[in-house]
T-cell receptor
Framework: AQSVTQLGSHVSVSEGALVLLRCNYSSSVPPYLFWYVQYPNQGLQLLLK??????LVKGINGFEAEFKKSETSFHLTKPSAHMSDAAEYFC???????????FGAGTTVTVRA | EAQVTQNPRYLITVTGKKLTVTCSQNMNHEYMSWYRQDPGLGLRQIYYSMNVEVTDKGDVPEGYKVSRKEKRNFPLILESPSPNQTSLYFCASSSAGRNTEAFFGQGTRLTVV
């Protein structure tokens, strides 16, 4: 069984500041890990994924995440926030035997001008 | 264009009136899933299918049915909807293998009164 914990349901950052969204997972087998973004009234869009290749993963819109096995973490960062980054972000873990995705509760990001 | 198409986008219905939400994908993916999204809970899997005629329960299957008679279609059926099924529903599809990722539909906002 796997589970995902996202620390902080809401994060507020100033435009130009670092964005850091935390994600910890538990899984009985090595997982695949994903970050998705959801803009208002839209579906989920893949930001980036880790599927057992490089541990530092770069995604779209300047986001990146680092897989740390020893910490069971997959935190998402962006060096400089933009107003367009305001959205809800979901971390998810997939077990490769059944391709089931388990999601965290989500983190809503607001960006202050 | 690769996509997952859900219909309808919005639906208001009354308790007990059977309804079906359709989902179709054009990527020849083996895996399809249904999720519901509720505030503070993230996305929870309702049912999934690993191929034609193969379906299984997810984390919150009560009150739902699915079928997978063709590879591209995976309808979600609510035989007797109740108000606690008011939610935002997403269909997703994904391929097998290391390059996997889940593609999501635009969502169906269901209100049961």
């Amino acid at each position: 069984a796997q589970s995902v914990t996202q620390l902080g349901s809401h994060v507020s950052v100033s435009e130009g500041a670092l964005v850091l969204l935390r994600c910890n997972y538990s899984s009985s087998v090595p997982p695949y890990l994903f970050w998705y973004v959801q803009y208002p009234n839209q579906g989920l869009q893949l930001l980036l994924k880790y599927t057992s290749a490089a541990t530092l993963v770069k995604g779209i819109n300047g986001f990146e995440a680092e897989f740390k096995k020893s910490e069971t973490s997959f935190h998402l960062t962006k060096p400089s926030a933009h107003m367009s980054d305001a959205a809800e972000y979901f971390c998810a873990v997939m077990t490769i035997n059944d391709y089931k995705l388990s999601f965290g509760a989500g983190t809503t990001v607001t960006v202050r001008a | 264009e690769a996509q997952v198409t859900q219909n309808p986008r919005y639906l208001i219905t009354v308790t007990g009136k059977k309804l079906t939400v359709t989902c179709s994908q054009n990527m020849n993916h083996e895996y399809m899933s249904w999720y519901r999204q509720d505030p503070g809970l993230g996305l929870r899997q309702i049912y999934y299918s690993m191929n034609v005629e193969v379906t299984d329960k997810g984390d919150v299957p009560e009150g739902y049915k699915v079928s997978r008679k063709e590879k591209r279609n995976f309808p979600l059926i609510l035989e007797s909807p109740s108000p606690n099924q008011t939610s935002l529903y997403f269909c997703a599809s994904s391929s097998a293998g290391r390059n996997t990722e889940a593609f999501f539909g635009q969502g169906t906002r269901l209100t049961v009164v």
